[in-house]
């Protein structure tokens, strides 16, 4: 149990363009899901705090206009970069928390999405 | 280890000896750490956690050990195998929002 997927697993974009990215609880239900970014050879960035049924919390410095985060259902949040550049291609990767965990270890991780704006 | 810029440290270890993976924290008001094994192009596995009430934890092959005094987090991994290739991260944990803070990561090679 506990499977988180993110799709697509790659995408390539024009650059100006729009990319949707989802992450999903496969086998659970998931109040809380969290958005990184991670640069190659780098460590995962925090971008943002994404909650069921209410706007999502972004970390300093990452523009909330610019990503877009809904989180509609409990096993459902997506992330669009907006108006994409080629200094937005990264790996994103979501995180999702078992719906009443108290315990930060209930906390499962997808396989990333590749982006590359040309 | 820790690394600056966009070189992570590499760990080389033979097939068979034991690894040690090191992790500086910054926060003092952490309370909870997670080591995390990642592979390429793939999102992070969990591995093993601990709080901060505890100084050491044990899992399979795996233990971890906190000492509070100088924010230093370990990762000691038994008998490496091929398969323990990957970039390894600690991540801690401050408040009650369940975010994560990651580390820098350190690349695990294991020479047969």
């Known amino acids: 149990g506990a499977v988180v997927s993110q799709h697509p697993s790659r995408v390539i974009c024009k650059s100006g363009t729009s990319v949707k990215i989802e992450c999903r609880s496969l086998d659970f239900q998931a109040t809380t899901m969290f958005w990184y970014r991670q640069f190659p050879k780098q460590s995962l960035m925090l971008m943002a705090t994404?909650?069921?049924?209410?706007?999502?919390?972004?970390e300093q410095g990452v523009e909330k206009d610019k990503f877009l985060i809904n989180h509609a259902s409990l096993t459902l949040s997506t992330l669009t970069v907006t108006s994409a550049h080629p200094e937005d291609s990264s790996f994103y990767i979501c995180?999702?928390?078992?719906?009443?965990?108290?315990?930060?270890?209930?906390?499962?991780f997808g396989p990333g999405t590749r982006l590359t704006v040309l | 280890g820790e690394s600056v810029g966009l070189h992570l440290p590499t760990l080389s270890v033979q097939e068979g000896d034991n690894s040690i993976i090191n992790c500086a924290y910054s926060?003092?008001?952490?309370?909870?750490f997670i080591w995390y094994k990642q592979e390429s192009g793939k999102g992070p596995q969990f591995i093993i956690d601990i709080r901060s009430n505890m100084d050491k934890r044990q899992g399979q092959r795996v233990t971890v050990l906190l000492n509070k005094t100088v924010k230093h987090l370990s990762l000691q991994i038994a008998a490496t195998q091929p398969g323990d290739s990957a970039v390894y991260f600690c991540a801690e944990n401050t408040g009650t929002a369940s975010k994560l803070t990651f580390g820098t990561g350190t690349r695990l090679q294991v020479t047969l």
């Open positions: 994404s909650n069921e049924g209410s706007k999502a919390t972004y």
């Open positions: 995180s999702a928390k078992r719906s009443g965990a108290r315990i930060n270890n209930e906390q499962f």
């Open positions: 926060n003092s008001a952490s309370d909870y």
